[in-house]
T-cell receptor, first 113, second 110 residues
Framework: KAGVTQTPRYLIKTRGQQVTLSCSPISGHRSVSWYQQTPGQGLQFLFEYFSETQRNKGNFPGRFSGRQFSNSRSEMNVSTLELGDSALYLC????????????FGPGTRLTVT | SQELEQSPQSLIVQEGKNLTINCTSSKTLYGLYWYKQKYGEGLIFLMMLQKGGEEKSHEKITAKLDEKKQQSSLHITASQPSHAGIYLCRSQGGSEKLVFGKGTKLTVNP
């Protein structure tokens, strides 16, 4: 069974630009969660999608958005990038909503200059 | 909202030594997950604890959940360089948002 895949693995953007990250969950998993990881704040929950609907949301500004497609693949978008958005973005898939055993992708390392 | 505090923040041990990492919750702990992360990579699921007093082991890693103390501990016996990484605890989720501890960085010197 293929694991969770994330593309791209590395990304360099300039302040003010926008970026879209992609996540393909494990086959059969309908929940995809996104996290931001930084040295200072640790791993912070962004949002969770289940069956194409956002079900849970963390405390991030509206510049961070996401969506999920009918095949459970998910994308997250960050608009008007700021230097502080530089981080490792991880997605995780699971069978169940809001918890349960999550399987993580390798992450996308975003650097904003 | 729930917070998970991990201690210590970092740990350096000699190969073969035992060690313990703690995760303490600010609220009642109904369940807890432990993950391991190699630097800059995704998280690998280690164990899930769902009931107070529950104890699980996998190879040389044992985790316990103490409901009364609102705490979970992760114990590694006879540490090896392959145990090095960042260990993170995660809340059960459900009605509370998913929360991770900030992690414990483990270095094992050969």
């Amino acid at each position: 069974k293929a694991g969770v895949t994330q593309t791209p693995r590395y990304l360099i953007k300039t302040r003010g630009q926008q970026v879209t990250l992609s996540c393909s969950p494990i086959s059969g998993h309908r929940s995809v969660s996104w996290y931001q990881q930084t040295p200072g704040q640790g791993l912070q929950f962004l949002f969770e999608y289940f069956s194409e609907t956002q079900r849970n949301k963390g405390n991030f500004p509206g510049r961070f958005s996401g969506r999920q497609f009918s095949n459970s693949r998910s994308e997250m978008n960050v608009s008007t990038l700021e230097l502080g958005d530089s981080a490792l973005y991880l997605c995780a898939s699971s069978l169940l909503l809001a918890g349960g055993e999550q399987y993580f992708g390798p992450g996308t390392r975003l650097t904003v200059t | 909202s729930q917070e998970l505090e991990q201690s210590p923040q970092s740990l350096i041990v000699q190969e073969g030594k035992n060690l313990t990492i703690n995760c303490t919750s600010s609220k009642t702990l109904y369940g807890l997950y432990w993950y391991k992360q190699k630097y800059g990579e995704g998280l690998i699921f280690l164990m899930m604890l769902q009931k107070g007093g529950e104890e699980k082991s996998h190879e040389k890693i044992t985790a316990k959940l103490d409901e009364k103390k609102q705490q979970s501990s992760l114990h590694i016996t006879a540490s090896q360089p392959s145990h090095a990484g960042i260990y993170l605890c995660r809340s059960q989720g459900g009605s509370e948002k998913l929360v991770f501890g900030k992690g414990t960085k483990l270095t094992v010197n050969p």
